[in-house]
């Protein structure tokens, strides 16, 4: 089971950025899990950023984030994406992908992508 996240970069303040996280090998069908995009910034903890449930929905996203992030997922390609728009140097950090299949099923990571947001 593979995790893998792209799209990280250097971006000025004010830019935008397209995460993707690939999913391979899961056991059951990939619209069943639930899947996430949490980051963690230098020195701090791991914080939940955006969430969406097997179903689609996606309603809990991080204050700090709100109408700048939008998470979706394309089924057909086992594919998550972060829309990251008006980016912030505050933003800067590794951003990892994370699913799930039911309340008790295996949690998954990825390996992270880094995102740098500096002028």
């Known amino acids: 089971v593979q995790l893998v996240e792209s799209g990280g970069g250097l971006v000025q303040p004010g830019g935008s950025l397209r995460l993707s996280c690939a999913a391979s090998?899961?056991?059951?069908?990939?619209?069943?899990?639930?899947v996430r995009w949490y980051r963690q910034a230098p020195g701090k903890e791991r914080e939940l950023v955006a969430p969406?449930?097997?179903?689609?929905?996606?309603?809990d996203y991080a204050d700090s984030v709100k109408d700048r992030f939008t998470i979706s997922r394309d089924n057909a390609k086992k594919t998550v994406y972060l829309q990251m728009n008006s980016l912030k140097p505050e933003d800067t950090a590794v951003y990892y992908c994370?699913?799930?299949?039911?309340?008790?099923?295996?949690?998954?990571w990825g390996k992270g992508t880094l995102v740098t947001v500096s002028s």
């Open positions: 994370y699913a799930r299949r039911g309340m008790y099923g295996t949690e998954y």
């Open positions: 090998g899961f056991s059951f069908t990939f619209s069943s899990y639930a």
């Open positions: 969406m449930t097997s179903a689609g929905g996606s309603t």
